[in-house]
T-cell receptor, first 114, second 114 residues
Framework: GAVVSQHPSRVICKSGTSVKIECRSL??????MFWYRQFPKQSLMLMAT?????????EQGVEKDKFLINHASLTLSTLTVTSAHPEDSSFYIC??????????FGQGTRLTVV | GENVEQHPSTLSVQEGDSAVIKCTYS??????FPWYKQELGKRPQLIID?????GEKKDQRIAVTLNKTAKHFSLHITETQPEDSAVYFC?????????????FGPGTRLSVLP
C-alpha cells in the first residue's frame, strides 16, 4: 500500500513554544490530507482537512490560529501547534489518500508540552 | 453531521473464540466503512473495509457485514489469537465522496486471553 510518513514521532516542548509536525506521502500525490488528534484511550477526532494550494478546512471547535496547516505541495502537509500549552499534549496523526478509497495514516506524533 | 456509535467499548474473549464489534451510523449518504486496528502508540491499520453496494465481505478470519437499511455494520473475528488484542475502530465516510474523510467510532479494546 501507499506510504505516509510523519515526523517527528515524539516531541517534548516547553509551554509557549511552537512545534511543527510534517506529513509526507512518499509514493503518491495527495491533494488532500487530514489531521487527527487522539487523546489517550479515545478515538481519532478530525481536526482539519488540508488542501494543496488552498486554505485548510477546520472542524468546529478547532482554533485555526493555534493549529496552522500548510499544504505546500502534493506530498507535504505541515501542522504547527503555536504557543503550545500542556492541554495540547496529545497524539497527532495525519492521513492521506491517493485515488483509492483507503486512507493511509502516518506514524503519529506524540506531543508533550511541559 | 455523521455520528458513529460503537459497542462494546471493551471486550475480552478466550483464545479461539469469536469476537463481534458493532457500529451504527447516522448519515444515510455514507457509503464506505473501514475498520482499523490500532496497537498502543501506533498508527491505525486498515484491516477490512466494505462499500455500501456489498452486504458482507470476508478476509480469512475477519469478516464485516453491512445493513444499509438499519445503518449497522459489524466486525467479526473468528478463531481469535492473542495478537488480535488491540483497539479496533470502525469508521464511516463523510457523505458519498471517496472515503477519505471519516468519522470514527469511539473504539473497542479487545483482549484475547490465552
Amino acid at each position: 500500500g501507499a506510504v505516509v510518513s510523519q515526523h517527528p514521532s515524539r516531541v517534548i516542548c516547553k509551554s509557549g513554544t511552537s512545534v511543527k509536525i510534517e506529513c509526507r506521502s512518499l509514493d503518491f500525490q495527495a491533494t488532500t490530507m487530514f489531521w487527527y488528534r487522539q487523546f489517550p484511550k479515545q478515538s481519532l477526532m478530525l481536526m482539519a482537512t488540508s488542501n494543496e494550494g488552498s486554505k485548510a478546512t477546520y472542524e468546529q471547535g478547532v482554533e485555526k490560529d493555534k493549529f496552522l496547516i500548510n499544504h505546500a505541495s502534493l506530498t507535504l502537509s505541515t501542522l504547527t501547534v503555536t504557543s503550545a500549552h500542556p492541554e495540547d499534549s496529545s497524539f497527532y496523526i495525519c492521513s492521506a489518500s491517493s485515488d483509492k478509497w483507503e486512507a493511509f495514516f502516518g506514524q503519529g506524533t506524540r506531543l508533550t508540552v511541559v | 453531521g455523521e455520528n458513529v456509535e460503537q459497542h462494546p467499548s471493551t471486550l475480552s474473549v478466550q483464545e479461539g473464540d469469536s469476537a463481534v464489534i458493532k457500529c451504527t451510523y447516522s448519515d444515510s449518504a455514507s457509503n464506505y466503512f473501514p475498520w482499523y486496528k490500532q496497537e498502543l502508540g501506533k498508527r491505525p491499520q486498515l484491516i477490512i473495509d466494505i462499500r455500501s453496494n456489498v452486504g458482507e465481505k470476508k478476509d480469512q478470519r475477519i469478516a464485516v457485514t453491512l445493513n444499509k437499511t438499519a445503518k449497522h455494520f459489524s466486525l467479526h473475528i473468528t478463531e481469535t489469537q492473542p495478537e488480535d488484542s488491540a483497539v479496533y475502530f470502525c469508521a464511516a465516510s463523510i457523505g458519498d465522496n471517496y472515503g477519505q474523510n471519516f468519522v470514527f467510532g469511539p473504539g473497542t479494546r479487545l483482549s484475547v486471553l490465552p
